[in-house]
């Protein structure tokens, strides 16, 4: 476990969000209940978008799992939210906070936004590390909402090599740092959604995927979602569909996902009908 490394990645890559604007990482403390390794299988970790109140199960988490337990066919499949992997119920210091509109501080620069995504990204990727050299024989699966889908593509562009290999999928909606990384009007692979080229609200992570994932990876932003699409008209209101992924794409992100995790161990691909 290269501690001292992955500290150094993470430094990197959230400097705009420590270094700028002055904050510090809180150290993720040590899961106590966190699933066993699911030997030949699937974890699937995901982290909920803001939230006012605490819920751990959210709407986009449960409909995410539903949508790729359902299409595994019995492959081993465990699931943990972010920021609850030791399945207390209870946040605690150095766990996900997600944190709501009201305690971003949009009027200091969106300090306390930063400060969330700066934790997740911290806490994904502590426990990836640590988790790997434990569980060497289980496929990992991300996925992540709105605030979620930043902390998720930090995490994963700071985890080292050993990590990356063992990620299956990873899953990605309504991302503010959408990138659809457009060359003469068509979106990279990675891009699924109805949205077209313009990318997210807080402007594109660079980079925004790791080389190695990009074939691994879908992030999904609907063209009427202001919040990936920066569309100012559908940033929020009745007409922002910024809240409907459960409905409309994650149900095709399960479908997209299962036949690569069973491919990624060895199970031949489900009969269609």
């Not at 974890?43 to 949508?67: D, K, P, T, W």
């Not at 944190?99 to 969330?116: F, K, R, T």
């Not at 979602?225 to 920066?230: A, L, N, T």
Request: include cysteine; hydrophobic fraction near 35%.
């Amino acid at each position: 476990m290269k501690n001292h490394g992955l500290a150094s990645r993470l430094g990197g890559l959230l400097s705009l969000l420590f270094v700028l604007l002055g904050l510090s990482v809180v150290a993720a403390p040590a899961s106590s209940a966190d699933p066993g390794c699911v030997n030949g299988g699937v974890l699937s970790i995901f982290a909920r978008g803001s939230q006012g109140s605490v819920n751990f199960q959210s709407a986009e988490s449960s409909s995410f799992y539903h949508a790729v337990q359902n299409k595994l066919g019995g492959l081993p499949f465990q699931q943990v939210d972010l920021g609850n992997i030791d399945g207390d119920n209870t946040l605690e210091r150095g766990e996900y906070p997600a944190v709501g509109m009201a305690d971003w501080g949009i009027l200091s620069g969106l300090n306390g936004y930063y400060a969330s995504v700066g934790i997740g990204a911290t806490e994904l990727a502590t426990y990836l590390e640590k988790r790997s050299a434990t569980c060497p024989n289980e496929v990992y699966l991300l996925g992540g909402y709105s605030q979620g889908a930043e902390v998720v593509g930090y995490a994963i562009t700071a985890v080292d090599q050993r990590v990356r290999d063992q990620i299956g999928y990873v899953a990605l909606f309504g991302d503010p740092r959408f990138n659809p990384g457009c060359i003469n009007g068509h979106r990279a692979s990675s891009a699924r959604g109805s949205a077209g080229c313009t990318g997210g609200v807080l402007g594109a992570r660079q980079p925004y995927l790791p080389t190695d994932l990009v074939n691994r990876t879908g992030s999904w932003c609907d063209a009427d979602d202001g919040i990936c699409s920066r569309n100012p008209a559908r940033l929020t209101g009745p007409l922002s569909t910024h809240a409907k992924y459960p409905a409309k794409w994650i149900p095709e992100a399960g479908a997209q996902a299962a036949p690569i995790l069973r491919s990624r161990l060895g199970w031949a691909p489900l009969p269609t009908f």
